[in-house]
């Protein structure tokens, strides 16, 4: 019996050696050790033992069946780090192969110059408000001082779209809409940035649709050193220090009086160059104190209050401040366009 103890030791420890996958490691742990395996019928002969010999046979039975589950145990344990590592090596990602490049995107120019004039007039007190793009007659233009037949009104040519509504043609509707939400007695401080639309043909400085940022500072005692002060702040803000402005008399139906803005050349600074036409200025904005008119129609006494108001046209602020030389390059939206200012 000792005899064929050891011999299936042998042949189970030899067996366990060469076997090479988990299903057979299975199949040789039942063949040995399982209830109709070979050691444990082996065992069930132990009864035909003398008394002297079952404790010796036993001993060793026990001996021999721990040697075995060790050795299946060790030599699974050695399979399945295998089968592990031959499945990690399977599915190893190449971290050396050149990824795919993805395209980047970013904000529009156009959208990264009204959010940073939109916070340089925030940093100065004023609230960003909106108005409708779909305008009435009165709020685009007989609020803002332009009655009906008014010859000025020839000075934007509408989009009508009944007698009464249209696109609007500028910002400045906002101006007569929020002073009259104040209610006539409270000072107003309010930037408006908005598409505007006008029957334009389009060119490299004309587009049947733009942007434009208006801006209105109503309250007792404004004057028109605070117009010059404010936007002479946004100039250098935007252009840098070393730029100057200068005030030119102008005409519109809704401030009186009316001034353009006009920026010293960043070539030239102001001697005269090819950019800025030989004048050594560059016209930026249209402002002006805000028409008697335009505040009492609002609710406003005009004896009591006064206010300045401005136009400008973030298009072109950007044209002049990236040296972009046709409108049309903010609608066509080419990438190799836009993209260039992502950093910006
Ligand atoms: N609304 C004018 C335009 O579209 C721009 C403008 C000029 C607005 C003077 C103003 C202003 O508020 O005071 O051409």
């Known amino acids: 019996m000792k005899e064929q103890l050891e011999a299936i030791q042998q042949e189970a420890l030899e067996k366990i050696n060469t076997v090479d996958n988990l299903k057979e490691l299975q199949e040789i742990r039942v063949a040995y050790l399982g209830k109709k395996g070979s050691l444990t019928s082996v065992l069930r002969g132990m009864g035909q033992l003398s008394k002297e010999e079952r404790p010796i046979v036993g001993e060793m039975a026990n001996r021999i069946r721990e040697a075995i589950t060790a050795s299946l145990d060790e030599k699974k344990e050695a399979l399945e780090k295998e089968a592990l590592e031959k499945q990690l090596e399977a599915e190893a990602i190449d971290i050396t192969l050149p990824g795919r490049p993805t395209n980047v995107g970013g904000p529009h120019l156009l959208t990264k110059i009204v959010e940073e004039i939109e916070d340089l007039f925030i940093g100065m007190g004023y609230e960003v408000r909106e108005g409708p793009e779909v305008e009435t007659d009165y709020f685009n233009f007989e609020a803002l001082n332009l009655p009906k037949d008014h010859p000025a009104r020839d000075m934007q040519d509408s989009f009508y779209i009944t007698n009464e509504l249209l696109l ?137 209050y006064t206010g300045f108001a401005f136009g400008m046209g973030p298009e072109r602020i950007a044209m002049l401040k990236y040296g972009i030389n046709d409108i049309r390059h903010f609608y066509t939206n080419d990438r190799r366009f836009l993209k260039q200012y992502h950093q910006a």
């Open 168 to 304: 609007r043609t500028h910002t400045s509707p906002v101006q007569a809409r929020t002073m009259r939400k104040y209610g006539g007695n409270q000072p107003v401080k309010m930037i408006c940035p908005g598409k505007v639309y006008r029957r334009d043909t389009d060119d490299a400085t004309h587009s049947h649709q733009f942007t434009q940022i208006e801006g209105l500072y109503v309250d007792k005692h404004v004057r028109m050193s605070d117009l010059k002060g404010t936007l002479d702040r946004f100039a250098k803000k935007m252009f840098g220090e070393e730029r100057k402005i200068r005030l030119r008399p102008s005409f519109f139906p809704f401030t009186e009086p009316s001034v353009e803005m006009d920026i010293s050349c960043k070539v030239c600074h102001g001697d005269g160059c090819s950019v800025c036409k030989q004048t050594g200025w560059i016209e930026i904005l249209g402002a002006g104190m805000v028409h008697p008119n335009v505040l009492e129609m609002a609710g406003y006494d005009s004896n009591e």
